[in-house]
Every structure is written in C-alpha cells, then in structure tokens.
C-alpha cells in the first residue's frame, strides 16, 4: 500500500461547481497536512496548512483532515475556470529527519467556463 | 525575493551526457531538496540536503550526485545521461523542521534522446 492515495482524475466540473478533493494516507504518524496547486508548466505552490485533525478555511477553499480515518479533503466552492491545475496533497510525520513531505501523485481539475 | 531559483529552464541532452542542474533559494532555509516528476508518477525525492554540508538519499537517488555548495545553493549532476531521466526537475526549500513547507523552483525540463 502506498502510503499517500490520490486519485488522479481527471476531473472535470462546470464553472461555480462544488469541487471535492481527497487523500488517503497509511502512516498514523503524519501531523502536517498540505495542499499545492500546480499550475501546468509551474512548480507547485502551497495552497491550504492544517496542522493534526480539523478544518481550516480561506476564502473560497476548505482544507479537512480527520486523522482517525486517515482521510484528507480539499473543497473547492464556487470554482472558476482560474482553478484549472493539478492539486497535489502532501504530509510530514514528527521525528528525526523527516522533513521529508510525502506527496499523492496529483488530481487534474479542468473548470469549464 | 525571488524565492526559489533554476537553471536552465530547458535542455536536450544526448544519451551519455553530463550536465548540472542549479538552483538557489534567498529564504534563508536550511533544507534544499530536488525532485522529478513525471505523468502518472507524482513528485518523487531523488536527493535532499537537511541542513550545509549533508545530504542524503531520497526514493530514486540512482544516477544522480548532489552538491550543497553552501546554505543559498544545491546542484544536481547527471553524470551519465540516460532517456529514463527524462523528466521535469523541481528543486524546493525549507525550514528544517517537519511543520514547515516546501518553498518549489519553477521546474528544469530535460528531455534525453
């Protein structure tokens, strides 16, 4: 088993869509949670920290973790088409030389105008 | 600040060839790291560098060497060029401590014939 799961889409949704994103992950130690927006041709950009289990919200995007599920979601409200890229989900375990981030392999969103 | 910076954006190489990938962050950080991504792969970690002066293998380290040359900079040498490492390089940086993120470069595309 992999020890982060993304499904990699792609996905495709009208504009103003309710966009759902998810991650599945193995390692019960990882507290850090991160998403990155990948614009294509674009190094990744964070977009969304949530440190350990909750929510977290900036404007239109909402960040879940729930640890006792070992599940992660990104929701997109109100999508525009300027949301079009690749998301990356990514997490990091405390201890010793494990600054290391972990990363699913990356869903394909397309916003269609 | 510029951030994250790379060199060269794009290069072809022949098979059997050597060239040096070069990036350099202006944050201060203490950890450099490179990946390469390539479609239906994700990010993966071919070398990091958690602090000047160590470095230490990530998950496809294979025909690749690094150098830290100081805290700013971290090279990435292909001695022996092979079409596999065909790929889109990314360099990134961050505090050395796992609840901080990676800080990435706008990527080095490098296709091998």
Known sequence: QKEVEQDPGPLSVPEGAIVSLNCTYSNSAFQYFMWYRQYSRKGPELLMYTYSSGNKEDGRFTAQVDKSSKYISLFIRDSQPSDSATYLCAMSALGGGSEKLVFGKGTKLTVNP | ?113
């Open chain 2, 1 to 113: 600040n510029a951030g994250v910076t790379q060199t060269p954006k794009f290069q072809v190489l022949k098979t059997g060839q050597s060239m040096t990938l070069q990036c350099a962050q202006d944050m201060n950080h203490n950890s450099m790291y490179w990946y390469r991504q390539d479609p239906g792969m994700g990010l993966r970690l071919i070398y990091y560098s958690a602090s000047e002066g160590t470095t230490d293998k990530g998950e496809v380290p294979n025909g690749y060497n690094v150098s830290r040359l100081n805290k700013r900079e971290f090279s990435l040498r292909l001695e022996s060029a092979a079409p596999s490492q065909t790929s889109v390089y990314f360099c990134a940086s961050s505090e050395a401590r796992a609840s901080e993120t990676q800080y990435f470069g706008p990527g080095t595309r490098l296709l091998v014939l």
